[in-house]
């Protein structure tokens, strides 16, 4: 192969140009995607409560008070079964230097219905985030003033799924409450119904027990006869994050949901079962 | 040109005639001389070339398998004058001739492109470097650095101005294996990514194998930076002392024996913490040093060379984020090669230790710490079976990590875990003719929990023309590394690394490599080489992701694969010199998305890494007029990857936490991984240096120049931490003055 030798000027010269090209190319950078996220939003709707905050975040605005002082936002929450909306008033409160912006609403917030929440900005565009919140679940205790060692079955129906439902199962001992979380069951013959089944014994070995988890007290020393039952009773769509396609988030930058946080009690017969047994401690 | 070539594949006269060439004025190894046996003619005058070679890195030439008879034994290189004697060979004799050239000063002005060390690239994945190819790269200290000069190639990528990290076509800085005279170094080059612990001075010969290095280099599976340091002045004292805004530096070397032991002393300091307020008007934030101690000794029939480097680094790669860095190399080993007759072909020996640590610091006062010391010897030699020269070596590496973590690798807990491995190679040269060199070799690395690696390599060089001016080489071959280096690559203001050896419980990084090159030379002064390469990774661990923008990470394994070509055109004829290097490559990871992190829909998640630069090219000029050199280089850049941010987001875990009563956590949520790019980056920086001789034992040498000569504000990263946009260098002009004594 022979070759000629390539002019060393037009080397340079496509060099020039290229020197030339490159300095003239421009150099900012955008590190913001400012067309990915509008808003987070994060908040429930509570069926028992008359009014309910929902906290609405500018994905744009960086951690800075200044920016953080002020909301472009307006915001809506409308009932879709009945198409009454509200539009949510600012509660806008500190922390640090920087400026949270809390939507107020007192609509009535109905069991088993669907809620949708527009965040609109001044240019038109909108974020939306949609709450179903739950039916109102039965509850049932059997049997009542059940002793130390009798298991006792809590209902609930109905409940969707187990991930809709927190309990947890409260005691009083020397004055002072102790909460465990129960192990909760279905049945593929009742698909709405969750329970659990324990004993009170059981409840007070997941706080009081020995190395062998054998419980250290008994229920005859409890300051109570009654124990309490907490739970959440959340809405099919709360622990999926948000819901909204406008913000595009797997896990979610916003939790918006639906649910309602009840408590009742229930009494356990707490005779001494141990004749013989002055105190377990 | 001159070929090596064989007389045969069989061995039948059993003559071994080893060379071994000296300078006349320093005694110091002459590497790349030409060493030619020439017959005699009729008239009793030398003919033509019978059998001929290239001085290794010791000054070292083994001509085997010679017929007996009368010879001329000549040897020449550029810049010295020419040497020949009569020799006679006999059968069954081998002899150590010992050849002392003297400098030709008027050769030094015909530098050609075609000498021998010159010759930058030709086999496929290499590129040979001399001390004098670092002095055409402008660099604010006196005399050039392997540093900068390795920055001008083409598919060499730096993470940026600091940080030190090079990445060698789509490699990894731990993929690359850095040797010094046999003598493995974790991360020689400084934070300041100007500098290395190689300067000019120092410098015997740099090979760079960019890819499809043979059998003799185990466990990297990128790149190997192979740096010969040169031997101490074994006839006369000299030394030198340096200043300019970026370091102070001195250099000290000498007989110890006249001709037969040396000893040199190398120690650079940086200023750059006081200086750059006063030059560029900004925080320096850095500091560094290295020192090299060098002892050679040269027998009649061996030479041995104890080398000892230190280096540290301390700094900030973004002065206004709170994160120390910090890393130092302590290393100290021996090599010695016996060429003597009694050894059928040259042993080498080689033992040493090596101590690499770095460290994390941040604004909780958090310290991180990881770290590797290895102890190793290994041993080459050559056999010849059935007449066929086999190379081979063994060798063993004992090597200890530990780590102390906290928060950012929270997959990884402390550790501190030991893993021997031993090594093995082979390889051969078949040359049948003056058209074709082929190369083979295996190599393997053994660990106990591991079945024994097997790494087939080959490298073929073909000759159209049976000469080398024009070259097609090829070079291909499977590598594996037992250990691998985690860093945090979605943070470019860290380049903290957590070592961690390969114990068996998953695969070894692995990769294979395919390299097809053309070379043509034009003339005597032009040069072009066309290269185009393939490397395919696997199981390179990489950090996992969460969308959200958080120290904490775990790791994930991925595989890559990195394809591209260069282009490099060489000019060289006295006063000037030219140089123009052009690269194309992509480079792309793949994971499984689950086991990254990624939050996208596609199961398996494909990105170009931090590090994938698609165009880079390189213009070197300098130009010797009235005394003065003056030099430039300008770089241009295509940007690289990073991922952008698209929401800042103060999160309630609803229902524990009400909007009410809390703030909530901060958050940066992160687009789609690496999917934009940064600006494009060029720069140019340009000097002028000039040489006085103030009596025949002092000379002064000055010079002036300029970092970045028009200021452009190349960023480096865009700090999400932090949330600001942190830029490299800016203008940084420098004087700096050198006084050397001899």
């Known amino acids: ?281 | 040109m001159l070929v090596i070539s064989f007389n045969s594949a069989f061995a039948q006269q059993d003559v071994t005639l080893r060379v071994l060439v000296n300078s006349k004025e320093k005694g110091t190894p002459v590497v790349g001389a030409q060493v030619m046996l020439l017959n005699y003619n009729a008239e009793g005058k030398a003919g033509k070339i019978q059998y001929g070679g290239v001085t290794n890195n010791d000054g070292l030439y083994e001509f085997s398998n010679v017929d007996p008879g009368h010879y001329q034994l000549k040897v020449t290189f550029i810049g010295y004058k020419t040497f020949t004697e009569p020799i006679t060979i006999q059968k069954g004799r081998r002899i150590i001739e010992k050849v002392k050239l003297a400098t030709d000063v008027a050769q030094l002005n015909e530098i050609v492109v075609q000498s021998e060390r010159k010759v930058t690239t030709g086999e496929a994945g290499i590129t040979k470097i001399n001390s004098g190819d670092l002095g055409h790269i402008p660099t604010p200290g006196t005399g050039g650095d392997l540093a900068s000069y390795l920055q001008t190639l083409p598919g060499v990528v730096s993470s940026g101005d600091r940080g030190g990290s090079l990445h060698i076509r789509g490699g990894t800085p731990t993929q690359n294996k850095v040797l010094v005279d046999n003598l493995p170094i974790i991360k020689p080059f400084h934070i300041s990514s100007l500098f290395s612990a190689f300067p000019e001075k120092s410098i015997k010969t740099v090979d760079l194998y960019a890819g499809g290095f043979g059998s003799k280099y185990l466990g990297a599976t990128s790149a190997v930076i192979d740096v010969n340091l040169r031997p101490g002045n074994m006839r006369e004292f000299e030394g030198s002392a340096a200043v300019s805004p970026y370091m102070v530096s001195v250099q000290m070397e000498g007989p110890v024996e006249e001709d037969h032991q040396s000893l040199m002393f190398m120690g650079r300091k940086s200023v750059i913490n006081q200086t750059a307020p006063i030059f560029s008007g900004e925080q320096g934030a850095i500091n560094f040093y290295d020192a090299t101690v060098r002892y050679s000794y040269q027998g009649n029939n061996y030479t041995c060379n104890v080398t000892g480097i230190q280096t540290f680094d301390r700094g900030q790669i973004n002065p206004n984020r709170e994160l120390g860095l910090s890393w130092r190399n302590t290393a100290i080993g021996a090599r010695c090669l016996g060429y003597d007759e009694i050894y059928k072909h040259p042993v080498e020996l080689t033992i040493g230790y090596s101590n690499y640590q770095n460290g994390e610091s941040t604004q909780d006062k958090t310290e991180r710490s990881s770290g590797r010391t290895q102890v190793f010897a290994k041993v080459n030699h050559k056999q010849d079976i059935w007449g066929i020269p086999i190379n081979y070596g063994f060798g063993f590496n004992y090597s200890v990590y530990s780590a102390v973590l906290a928060e950012r690798f929270t997959d990884l807990k402390s550790f501190h875990d030991e893993n021997p491995i031993f090594k093995l190679h082979i390889s051969s040269v078949w040359e049948p003719n003056d058209y074709l060199s082929i190369q083979t070799g295996l190599g393997s690395q053994s660990i106990i929990q591991l079945a024994p690696t097997i790494e087939p390599r080959l490298r073929i060089a073909i000759r159209p023309d049976g000469t080398n001016k024009q070259k097609i080489s090829i070079a291909a071959g499977r590598y594996y590394q037992m250990m691998s280096g985690l860093t945090d690559q979605r943070d470019a203001g860290t380049v903290f690394t957590v070592f961690k050896p390969n114990l068996g419980k998953a695969n070894p990084q692995e990769a294979l490599h395919g390299i097809l090159g053309y070379q043509q030379y034009i003339g005597n002064y032009f040069k072009a080489n066309v290269e185009g390469y393939i490397k395919d990774y696997k199981n390179i661990s990489v950090s996992k992701w969460t969308p959200v923008a958080t120290l904490n990470t775990k790791t994930a394994l991925a595989d890559g694969l990195a394809y591209g070509f260069d282009v490099r055109l060489e000019y060289q004829k006295n006063p000037m010199y030219f140089y123009l290097g052009y690269g194309w490559s992509k480079v792309k990871y793949e994971a499984s998305t689950d086991d990254l992190g990624a939050w996208i829909d596609e199961p398996v998640f494909s990105y170009y890494p931090a590090y994938d630069q698609r165009h880079k090219l390189n213009a070197v000029a300098s130009y010797r007029f009235a005394g003065f050199t003056a030099s430039a280089n300008w770089e241009l850049s295509s940007g690289k990857p990073y991922t952008r941010i698209f929401g800042f987001d103060l999160s309630l875990n609803v229902p524990w936490e009400q909007p009410l009563n809390n703030s909530g956590t901060a958050k940066i949520f992160y687009s789609r991984p690496y999917n934009e790019r940064l600006p494009m980056y060029h720069r140019l920086d340009i000097s002028l240096e000039r040489s006085f001789q103030l009596s025949p034992q002092l000379s002064l040498n000055a010079k002036v120049g300029i970092i970045n000569a028009y200021n452009r504000e190349n960023i480096f990263y865009f700090d999400v931490s932090s949330l600001q946009r942190v830029n490299q260098m800016p203008r940084m002009p420098y004087v700096s003055i050198q006084t050397q004594f001899n």
């Open chain 1, 1 to 281: 192969m022979n070759f000629r030798k390539p002019p060393i000027f037009v080397l340079l010269s496509a060099l020039l140009i290229t020197v030339f090209l490159a300095v003239s190319c421009d150099n900012t950078l955008h590190p913001f995607n400012k067309d990915k996220g509008l808003y987070s939003v994060y908040g429930y709707l509570d069926i028992d409560s008359d009014v309910n905050y929902i906290r609405i975040k500018d994905l744009n605005m960086p951690f800075v008070e200044d920016s953080t002082r002020k909301i472009d936002a307006k915001v809506r929450l409308t009932n879709e079964r009945n198409e009454v909306s509200q539009t949510l008033t600012d509660s806008v409160v500190e922390f640090e230097g920087l400026y949270t912006h809390n939507f107020r609403t007192t609509l009535d917030i109905n069991p088993d219905t669907k809620y949708q929440l527009t965040v609109k900005r001044s240019d038109g565009k909108v974020a939306t985030a949609t709450a179903t919140t739950p039916r109102i679940a039965d509850t049932n205790v059997d049997p009542l003033n059940a002793d130390c060692r009798t298991p006792i079955t809590v209902r609930f129906k109905p409940v969707l799924k187990k991930a809709d439902l927190y309990v947890r199962i409260g005691f009083e001992y020397r004055n002072k409450k102790y909460w465990v979380n129960p192990f909760l069951q279905t049945r593929k013959d009742e698909p709405e119904l969750i329970y659990m089944r324990f004993t009170p014994q059981d409840i007070i070995a997941k706080i009081f027990s020995d190395d062998r988890g054998r419980p250290t007290i008994a229920c005859y020393q409890l300051s109570s006869k009654i124990f309490y039952v907490d739970y959440i009773h959340y809405g099919p769509d709360f622990n999926q994050g948000s819901s909204s396609d406008t913000l595009d988030i797997p896990g979610g930058a916003g939790k918006f949901g639906g649910l309602y946080n009840r408590r009742f009690h229930f009494p356990i017969d707490t005779t001494n079962l141990c004749r013989i047994c002055k105190s377990i401690n």
